[in-house]
């Protein structure tokens, strides 16, 4: 690289303030004195210090990297079995607007003509599921962890202005906190849809055995429409969710995988000047409205 | 995705001095690597036991480890079966007449007054033969449940027929020392599983005993009103909304009684032998 270019970057950052001072400093790592000294520069200038804050706990992170393929391996399974009788659609009377699913989606992935196997592995993979979500629930009660999930009265106003934000259509930030208010929606939606599949997947599986379930839920034929359309639902979450961590940034992502996050702290008065973070601190913004 | 002590939060304490960056940035690194290490050896573990469950030696058409969870599972819904639990009963007037699917074991003609059913008595060799007239003498049980493909599908249809555990009751054969079944209190020389195989022997299904002793279990002979025909299973087929329709075996040839669970048709393809609602 050539010589001139970190010190422009520098400029840069300096010039536009955009990034933290780290991002700037790191760039000299090669540069001992250059580095120390424009650390200290910075470090002078600015009026805050990265800290670390634990985010999500091991066991979260666990928790939810088991989920992952795991409910991967039973959409996948699912499909082999649903393909031996595919007649959901959306549409009406005689248009049909979207068919579950298309023979070249089946061709395309090989789905076709597995019934036997999707049946052994979804029936298999049933227990890993249920028991990480088991395990997962059981935790989040007793960690207290619930109390940053579960949404609140203010959640679903919230939910608004974030959509609105994330659609570019309100200027003003979302509190930021460790989960806002679509994001406690969403993810208590997506357990409670988790139960649903478990609830729904056994009125089907054990139809006579847990009739009244079964009943409870519309009868066989209903339950394996319910069962179906939360699987739909799991596949919209994913993109949804894929698209807000990609635009949520590496520091939210590397929370999942290592717990913390970095964020920037004014270290006059230890309060959070940037950054996502699980400080309950940032709750206040909350509950003072 | 290791865990370290963990960073004492730095906000809300302003008694505690702020760490220094550096170290902080470095803990952050160190932190980083091993937890993606640790997430990469983790997947890394998981694809190696991926592997290891697909090299496995099939048994009965998918991997043992497979067949070993679906016949545990069997075991727990036998575990928390209950005879009193009944499948749902619909308005007869909902009933349809169901596909007909396949017609393995029904392919060679048969002639309807030369058919027998034969009954192989548990623990011994002779057979003992029933015309359709004998199963009629049993009390004519009529139900309208629904028929459940193992495709997914499920239609309703009225069913009538005579209650297997009624014929093993008349005919004590299910039971070593010839006594007569009894769902409610089943005696211990009573044989642990059924097989049920067509005339020809080329379609075979395994029952468990509670589930032939199930009061909607019928050697039925009509369908929606009308006798078989011979694709849907004339003159005498199995009905039981306790399992899925490939169990419904068609044109009864041979019933006999086992310590082990008899084989099975679609088992034998890679379904679970309990197949069990």
Not at chain 1, 234 to 261: C, D, S
Not at chain 2, 89 to 97: G, L, N, P, Q
Not at chain 2, 203 to 214: K, P, W
């Amino acid at each position: 690289m050539e010589r001139g270019a970190p010190l422009g970057r520098l400029f840069f950052y300096c010039l536009v303030c955009k990034a933290g001072p780290e991002a700037a400093s790191d760039e000299f790592e090669g540069w001992p004195v250059v580095g120390c000294t424009l650390r200290l520069l910075i470090f002078a200038a600015a009026s805050f210090m990265k800290q670390l804050v634990e985010k999500h706990p091991l066991a979260i992170r666990w928790f939810h990297w088991v989920n992952f393929p795991v409910l991967s391996l039973m959409i996948w399974s699912g499909m082999w079995i649903y393909w031996a009788n595919d007649v959901y659609r959306l549409g009406w009377g005689k248009t049909t607007l979207l068919k579950f699913f298309p023979n070249s989606f089946y061709q395309a992935f090989h789905l076709d003509h597995k019934l036997a196997q999707g049946m052994s592995w979804h029936f298999v993979l049933m227990w890993v599921f249920f028991l990480n979500g088991l395990l997962y629930v059981l935790y989040t009660l007793f960690s207290g962890e619930w109390r940053a999930l579960l949404p609140t009265r203010h959640s679903f106003k919230e939910a608004i202005q974030v959509t609105l934000f994330d659609l570019g259509l309100r200027k003003q930030h979302p509190p930021v906190r460790k989960f806002n208010g679509a994001q406690q929606i969403a993810y208590t939606s997506v357990i409670l849809m988790g139960l649903g599949s478990l609830l729904t997947g056994l009125a089907i599986y054990k139809p006579v055995q847990f009739g009244w379930l079964t009943q409870l839920l519309g009868g066989y034929e209903f339950a394996r429409i319910i069962h179906f359309a939360l699987t739909i639902g799991y596949v919209l979450f994913f993109v949804l969710h894929i698209a807000q961590v990609v635009r949520a940034g590496w520091n939210n992502f590397r929370a999942m995988v290592a717990g913390f996050e970095v964020v920037e702290v004014n270290p006059a008065t230890h309060e959070v000047t940037a950054g996502p973070t699980a400080l309950p601190a940032a709750d206040a913004s909350l509950s003072a409205k | 995705m290791t865990e370290e002590t963990p960073v004492p939060a730095p906000a809300g304490n302003p008694q505690e001095p702020l760490r220094p960056e550096a170290e902080v940035l470095a803990e952050a690194r160190r932190r980083s690597r091993r937890s993606f290490i640790g997430l990469g050896l983790a997947g890394l573990a998981g694809l190696a036991g991926w592997n290891w469950l697909i090299s496995q030696p099939t048994e009965q058409g998918i991997p043992r480890p497979l067949r070993k969870v679906l016949d545990a599972n069997g075991r727990l819904s036998g575990a928390y079966f209950k005879e009193t639990r009944l499948a749902p009963e619909f308005a007869r007037s909902r009933a349809r007449r169901p596909r007909v699917n396949g017609d393995v074991g029904l392919e060679s003609e048969l002639d309807p007054a030369a058919w027998r059913l034969r009954v192989q008595a548990y623990g011994s060799n002779t057979l003992q033969e029933f015309t359709l007239a004998d199963v009629q003498t049993l009390p004519k049980i009529e139900m309208t449940t629904e028929l459940k493909c193992i495709e997914g599908w499920s239609i309703v249809v009225h069913w009538a027929g005579a209650r297997l555990s009624d014929f093993l009751a008349k005919h004590p054969l299910a039971s070593r020392a010839g006594r007569p079944a009894d769902p409610q209190n089943p005696s211990a020389d009573l044989a642990p599983y059924v097989g049920i195989e067509t005339p020809d022997g080329l379609y075979y299904v395994g029952l468990d005993m509670a589930s032939a002793l199930h009061p909607q279990t019928l050697l039925c002979y009509e369908m929606n009103g009308q006798p078989l025909t011979p694709e849907h299973g004339a003159p005498l087929r199995l009905v039981t909304p306790l399992k899925y329709g490939i169990k419904h075996l068609k044109r009864i040839g041979t019933i006999a009684f086992a310590d082990a669970r008899p084989r099975d048709y679609w088992a034998e393809l890679g379904y679970d032998w309990d197949s069990g609602h």
